[in-house]
C-alpha cells in the first residue's frame, strides 16, 4: 500500500514555542491531506483539510491561526502549532487521500507542550 | 451532522470470533470503513462498504446495512494481536466535494485474552 510519513514522531517543547509537523506521501502524490488529533483513549478528530495550492479547510472548533497548514507540493502538508500550550498535548496524524480515495495514514507525531 | 456509535470495550478469548457493531447517523453517505489502532500507533486500514452486504478479507469481514445505517466487524479466530481498538468511520465524499468531514466513531477496544 501507499505509504505516509510524518516527522517528528515525537517532540517534547515548552510553553509559548511553535511546532511544525510534515506530513509527506512517499510513493503518490496527494492533493489532499488531513490532519487529525487524538487525546488519549479518545477517537480521531478532524482537524482540518489541505489542499494543495489553497487554504486549508478547518473544521468548526479549531483555530486556523494557531494550526496553520501549508500544503506546498503534491507531497506536503505541514502543521504548525503555534503559541503551544499544555493543553495542546496530543497524537496529531495525518493522512493523504489517493486518486482512487483510499486514505492512507501517517505513523503519527506524539506532541508534549512543558 | 454526522455521528457513530460503537461499544466501547469488547474482551473474547483467543480462538474466538468476535463482533462490533457500529450505527450511524449522517447528512450524506458514501459507505462504511474500518480501522484498526495499536496502542501508540496510526490507524491501519481494514474494510470498506459502499454497498449492503458482505465484504470478507481473510479473518476479518465487514457488513453493512444502509437501510438500518447499520454496519459490524467481524473478527474470527481471534489472536493475541487482534488487541486494539477498532473504529469505524465515514469517510470523505468523492473528490469534488471537499466540505464532506471524515468522522470517526468513539471506537471499540478489544482485549484478546488467552
Known amino acids: 500500500g501507499a505509504v505516509v510519513s510524518q516527522h517528528p514522531s515525537r517532540v517534547i517543547c515548552k510553553s509559548g514555542t511553535s511546532v511544525k509537523i510534515e506530513c509527506r506521501s512517499l510513493d503518490f502524490q496527494a492533493t489532499t491531506m488531513f490532519w487529525y488529533r487524538q487525546f488519549p483513549k479518545q477517537s480521531l478528530m478532524l482537524m482540518a483539510t489541505s489542499n494543495e495550492g489553497s487554504k486549508a479547510t478547518y473544521e468548526q472548533g479549531v483555530e486556523k491561526d494557531k494550526f496553520l497548514i501549508n500544503h506546498a507540493s503534491l507531497t506536503l502538508s505541514t502543521l504548525t502549532v503555534t503559541s503551544a500550550h499544555p493543553e495542546d498535548s496530543s497524537f496529531y496524524i495525518c493522512?493523504?487521500?489517493?486518486?482512487?480515495?483510499?486514505?492512507?495514514f501517517g505513523p503519527g507525531t506524539r506532541l508534549t507542550v512543558l | 451532522g454526522q455521528s457513530l456509535e460503537q461499544p466501547s470495550e469488547v474482551t473474547a478469548v483467543e480462538g474466538a470470533i468476535v463482533q462490533i457493531n457500529c450505527t450511524y447517523q449522517t447528512s450524506g453517505f458514501y459507505g462504511l470503513s474500518w480501522y484498526q489502532q495499536h496502542d501508540g500507533g496510526a490507524p491501519t486500514f481494514l474494510s470498506y462498504n459502499a454497498l449492503d452486504g458482505l465484504e470478507e478479507t481473510g479473518r476479518f469481514s465487514s457488513f453493512l446495512s444502509r437501510s438500518d445505517s447499520y454496519g459490524y466487524l467481524l473478527l474470527q479466530e481471534l489472536q493475541m494481536k487482534d488487541s486494539a481498538s477498532y473504529f469505524c468511520a465515514v469517510p470523505p465524499s468523492p473528490r469534488d466535494n471537499y466540505g464532506q468531514n471524515f468522522v470517526f466513531g468513539p471506537g471499540t477496544r478489544l482485549s484478546v485474552l488467552p
Open positions: 493522512s493523504a487521500r489517493t486518486s482512487s480515495d483510499t486514505q492512507y
